[in-house]
């Protein structure tokens, strides 16, 4: 179980996004100037007969660096296929129709969610196939500012682009994510690494050897995306853990000092859900 943020510390996180944002644009400003002056040097130079080499390494970053998330705040929102809602931040699995809702909020490091996908994740994607919900799912990024890092973005951006194959490759992805095989110590920010994040991915069939897929990914084509999603996440107040459960408007499992704890194992997970749908 993850504790997120206080009320301060979000409203932190916001005003961190509008600098960062304020300062991004500065720095776009900047980049303009210097582009046309470099352009104006190497004209130049070419008159003037001299050969000019440029190493430029190109952001050619593997990962979840610091520089790319900065970049992120300004980008342009690319939202993925198969959301829906203000900035593409909602995210609805299932059938449609389905008279009720599962409320998923989860964060890609947490090691709470890890146990609880593991052991619940199974018999949420069977409901879902038979129709006895939908789900709603929520990700948020809190743990990157708590343990330091970039890689619950990261991931969250990965899956943004997984979820524009398919919302069935978005349940695999995710559920790979959180796996006993895959999923890292929260300490150790691996998803930070678009490597180890498509080595992920060649777990799920739909994305293994998928070049769309794997574009989106090294190019960061959903880090804006990722941003808004992490944004709306912070604004549900009565979420103050991950991973937190609901159904419909009833937060599942027990009590604890930082909100419900959700339920570990199957059979206690359908009891919460079956006795919350009948209220």
């Known amino acids: ?30 980049r303009r100037q210097l582009t046309v002056g470099g352009s104006i040097v190497a004209v130049l130079a070419v008159a003037g007969g001299i050969g000019v080499a440029v190493a430029n390494s190109g952001g050619g970053d593997s ?23 203000k900035n593409g931040t909602e995210i609805i699995v299932g059938k449609k129709d389905a008279k009720h809702t599962l409320s998923l909020f989860e964060d890609a490091r947490c090691p709470g969610c890890a146990g609880f996908e593991q052991n619940v994740g199974e018999t949420i994607q069977k409901d879902l196939k038979a129709g ?5 799912i929520h990700l948020g990024t809190f743990l990157d500012n708590n343990l ?6 990261n991931a ?44 992920v991915a060649d777990s799920v069939p739909a994305l293994k050897g998928n070049a769309k897929f794997q574009d989106a990914v090294k190019a960061g084509t959903y880090n804006r995306w990722a941003m808004e999603m992490s944004e709306a996440f912070n604004g ?3 979420v103050k853990s991950t991973p937190t459960v609901k159904m419909d408007d009833t937060v599942l499992g027990t009590d604890s000092a930082n909100g419900k704890v959700a339920p570990s194992t199957p059979d206690a997970f359908t009891a919460e859900v079956d006795k919350a749908m009948k209220s």
């Open 236 to 238: 549900f107040k009565d």
């Open 132 to 136: 006895k919900y939908k789900a709603s």
């Open 63 to 85: 990962g979840g660096g610091s520089a790319k998330w900065s970049d992120a705040a300004s980008a342009k929102l690319v939202q993925p296929a198969n959301t829906s809602g």
């Open 1 to 30: 179980m993850s504790n997120r943020n206080s009320q301060a510390n979000k409203q932190a996180a916001r005003e961190r996004l509008r600098v960062e944002r304020e300062r991004q644009k500065k720095k776009e400003k900047v």
């Open 156 to 199: 969250l951006s990965a899956m943004g682009a997984a979820l524009n194959v398919g919302p069935d490759a978005f349940l695999k992805y995710k559920e790979a994510l959180f796996s006993k095989e895959f999923h890292p110590d929260e300490r150790q920010d691996k998803f930070a690494d678009n490597d180890y994040l498509l080595k």
């Open 148 to 153: 330091q890092g970039t890689g619950s973005k």
